[in-house]
């Protein structure tokens, strides 16, 4: 998807559309146990990412770099997996990292009215 949109940067935001793309995934579930509107999500999700600085390349791929916010959402998930006592990443963990590090796709779900608390809350349900 990255590529697709010629963005040179991985941002949090790329990782929150990949997470709320599937409509059976994890993601999703926890949002609607929430009660909010994915689609308004998504669509919020898209407009940021029409919005990006977009590159050239000529004659292959562009490099592509991790933000110092999707470095930080990473390390953030590997830590959120520890304090559940789960022994792999999942999406779960990355959803809940990237509620933790700041960034407009913080942002979006903060707005929607989706919080850490709140997920927490979800997973204890559904684990």
């Known amino acids: ?23 059976d995934g994890v993601v999703n579930a926890i949002i609607k146990k929430i009660g909010i509107n994915h689609n308004k999500i998504k669509n919020e ?21 991790l933000s110092q916010e999707m470095a930080k959402t990473l390390h953030q998930a590997e830590k959120e997996a520890g304090r559940l006592h789960d022994e792999y990443i999942s999406t779960e963990h990355l959803f809940l990292a990237i509620l ?11 707005t929607a009215g989706v919080d850490t608390e709140k997920v927490l809350k979800v997973l204890a349900d559904i684990r």
């Open 1 to 23: 998807m990255v590529f697709d949109m010629n963005h040179s940067q991985m941002e949090p935001i790329h990782l929150l559309s990949a997470l709320i793309t599937p409509e």
């Open 45 to 65: 999700i898209s407009a940021i990412l029409e919005m990006m600085p977009k590159i050239e390349s000529r004659g292959g791929t562009a490099q592509l770099y």
């Open 100 to 110: 933790s590090v700041k960034s407009p796709a913080t942002a979006i779900l903060n």
